[in-house]
């Protein structure tokens, strides 16, 4: 892989598992100077070890992104100990998988002020160091969920149409302002992840993201694509994300009853929940049990590696191009043909 990003900085949220962790591979792989923000200790030494082993530098930061002051002073040591921050990629979230009138309102605020307050304070981070300077890319991983409420996830759907709310509202005023900071959002599908291991969860099964199930790398892979291509509003991730997205503009009511009935069954494996399991909501699961889990959760054997819809949206001009001469040849062929036919 060429290393495009060598002495570049990136700051990546949630980066001690899950899509978080793989992004930060990814930004290592290209030679970036890679700060790693999240609260357990265990899995930002993992992180740490695969970002130097890719070809990167890695700065571990432990940070509690919901909490403004820590995110600041992240941000400060960042660039006293790597230099400018190039690029910024939100990523960390917590969740609660309960029907709503199950969550607790202390629950439903701290899963809000990670998910959706930790991307305004990194965001604010990175802003008040990037604007003075005229340059930076801001990336938030957003979700299909931003666009279409799904049931057992109140608060995390709620948090995800709030940063695309709050994306939206900002990238108007940057491009009011003529600024050169760019801010850009990648809608992902179900992904791969430890979340699923670690989520608090009142359901009578154990977890699992909607199938179809995509490899966090998947995830990395749009989120790195992003930052080096920030012009462009958003990226869509998966052909699932896609369906529900032009589903939810075309027929949100049907789409509705549609989740009604299958949205409970198709976010629960079929085995039982373990009632004593570990969650992450108010500290961190890997230091609880001692243990760096990665960035892959438990489906591995179900997750996609590749997704042609991604490929898709990063060639759309491209495609346009072939489209719009596909086109053209059709029509010359057509004119020749009724020509001949007139012979």
């Known amino acids: 892989m060429h290393r495009t990003w060598d002495d570049r900085v990136v700051v990546v949220t949630g980066a ?54 820590q995110v600041e002073a992240a941000a400060t040591r960042v660039e006293n100990e790597l230099g400018p921050i190039d690029a910024w990629v939100n990523v960390a979230f917590t969740s609660v998988f309960a029907p709503f009138t199950e969550i607790e309102p202390k629950e439903f605020k701290r899963l809000t002020e990670v998910t959706y307050l930790g991307y305004v304070y990194g965001t604010r ?66 992904l791969n992840t430890p979340q699923f291991t670690w989520v608090r969860s009142r359901l ?19 989120l790195v694509h992003a930052a080096k291509h920030p012009g462009r509003r958003e990226y869509w991730v998966g052909g699932s994300t896609a369906l529900t997205l032009l589903a939810n503009k075309l027929a949100p009511g049907i789409l509705d009853r549609y ?50 819809q991604v490929w898709a949206s990063q060639h759309e001009r491209l495609l346009s191009v072939a489209g719009l001469a596909a086109g053209m040849t059709a029509g010359v062929t057509a004119l020749r043909h009724r020509a001949r036919s007139r012979r």
């Not at 598992?17 to 990814?26: D, L």
């Not at 491009?175 to 992902?188: A, E, G, I």
């Not at 976010?267 to 990665?294: N, S």
């Open 16 to 69: 001690s598992g899950g899509v978080g962790r793989a992004t930060a591979v990814r930004f290592g792989s290209l030679g970036a100077r890679v700060a790693l923000l999240a609260r357990g200790e265990s899995g930002l030494a993992g992180a740490a070890r695969q970002v130097e082993a890719a070809g990167g530098k890695a700065l571990r930061v432990p940070t509690d992104v919901a909490d403004y002051d």
């Open 204 to 222: 009578p099964e154990h977890p699992q993201p909607v199938p179809p199930i995509y490899q966090p790398e998947v995830a990395a892979r749009a």
């Open 125 to 190: 981070a990175a802003l008040d160091r990037m604007l003075p300077r005229d340059r930076g890319v801001i990336v938030q991983a957003g979700s299909a969920l931003a666009y279409r409420g799904i049931p057992l996830q109140s608060g995390y759907c709620g948090a995800k149409h709030a940063i695309q709310g709050f994306h939206e509202s900002l990238r108007c005023e940057l491009l009011h302002d003529r600024s050169n900071v760019r801010v850009t959002m990648v809608q992902l599908p179900g």
């Open 259 to 308: 989740l009604a009935k299958t949205g409970f069954g198709s976010q629960q494996t079929g085995e039982q929940r373990q009632t004593r399991q570990r969650d992450d909501l108010w500290e961190p699961a890997d230091d609880a049990v001692g243990h760096d889990y990665g960035a892959h959760g438990e489906f591995d054997e179900k997750a996609k590696s590749r997704s042609l």
